[in-house]
């Protein structure tokens, strides 16, 4: 698990639904965090990706 923390900016990874974008991360939990895409055709839309989505921190 990645150390997260409000603000930080994590890698997305892609599936079949979405690109690999960019995610602002609002507030972590246990399972998911919670946010917003930064980037690609899901940007502004609110999140919970879990843990497994989360490829690293961005630069």
Request: hydrophobic share 40%; proline share 7%; glycine share 10%.
């Amino acid at each position: 698990m990645i150390d997260l923390q409000e603000g930080d900016i994590v890698v997305i990874r892609a599936s079949d639904d979405w690109p690999e974008h960019l995610f602002e991360v609002d507030e972590v939990f246990e399972d998911c965090v919670i946010g917003y895409s930064l980037t690609g055709p899901l940007s502004g839309v609110y999140g919970e990706p879990g843990w497994e989505l989360i490829l690293r921190k961005a630069p």
